[in-house]
């Protein structure tokens, strides 16, 4: 049965979406996805090695731990968009091909690529269920793009990070760019890779808004409005996306919460109590 039914669940979904410039570099072994490769395309176990036993080497970065917050767009008074650059060259132009085929991949290419974040996105999706079936897949509509100004500033950021790709510095480095690729030049073209390649950084927020309006669904309390013994503790309550990662609101959101569950409620007697007093004062 329906406990409580608040449509607001699942809506003001909001992710930071992102597009990828990669480019090739006539050097060989020196990505950090070759060095991850061994001989005959297995994996290389010196990085492991050094890991478990030294806590040092290839594998305490994430691999996008180098990048910058710029501002790419006419007007804008703040970073929207940041830069994650990558000591590898992309196998795919959405972002995440690499990590999901790097493993079947025998001759990894070396290169570099950036990935261009939207990090003051205006789109917004949404999550249904599907089913009263817990086992039954949500529908979930990302609606990345569905705000122009999401488009403007990935074509904007693909554009400096073209710039910065083909620098001189880069000097026995430097290569040809692999994606978007050479023949992708307008401001038509782009945008159209922009759409085919489009793809999350991991930064999902907002489906269970916190506030005090009617579209809130758990108040500044992070109790779910409707439902008594429920709070909802995550990245799901911020209202808004905040432009940068969303990990350290996370962890920020989760330490409220157990500070609200360690304070002991006011009973409504010494409420009653307190305000007396304070007239009678």
């Not at 949404?126 to 897949?137: C, D, E, G, Q, T």
């Not at 995550?234 to 500070?259: K, L």
Request: hydrophobic share 35%.
């Amino acid at each position: 049965p329906i406990v409580h039914d608040n449509p607001n669940v699942g809506d003001n979904l909001q992710d930071h979406p992102a597009a990828v410039v990669s480019f090739q570099t006539p050097e060989k072994g020196v990505s950090v996805t070759s060095k991850l490769r061994g001989w005959f395309g297995m994996t290389n176990p010196l990085p492991v090695l050094q890991w478990i036993f030294q806590k040092r080497g290839l594998l305490t970065s994430v691999g996008c731990d180098h990048g910058a917050f710029v501002r790419v767009t006419p007007g804008a008074f703040q970073p929207d968009l940041q830069f994650r650059f990558l000591a590898a060259q992309s196998l795919g132009p959405d972002g995440m091909t690499t990590y999901t085929q790097f493993r079947s991949t025998k001759n990894i290419p070396d290169g570099y690529s950036f990935q261009c974040v939207a990090i003051r996105a205006k789109s917004k999706g949404r999550v249904r269920l599907a089913s009263s079936n817990s086992f039954v897949k949500p529908i979930i509509d990302l609606g990345y793009l569905s705000n122009s100004d999401d488009v403007v500033t990935l074509r904007e950021g693909i554009k400096l990070a073209r710039v910065l790709g083909r620098r001189p510095e880069w000097k026995e480095f430097l290569g040809k760019e692999a994606f978007p690729g050479p023949e992708i030049q307008t401001d038509e073209q782009i945008e159209d890779y922009i759409r085919r390649s489009v793809h999350t950084t991991n930064a999902l927020v907002g489906t269970c808004k916190m506030g005090t309006g009617p579209d809130a669904v758990v108040g500044p309390d992070l109790k779910l409005i409707g439902v008594e013994g429920v709070r909802v503790a995550d990245a799901s309550v911020i209202p808004a996306i905040p432009g940068g990662q969303t990990a350290t609101p996370t962890v920020m959101i989760a330490e409220r919460a157990a500070q609200l569950l360690q304070t002991k409620p006011v009973a409504k007697d010494d409420e009653l109590s307190m305000s007396t007093d304070t007239e009678t004062d």
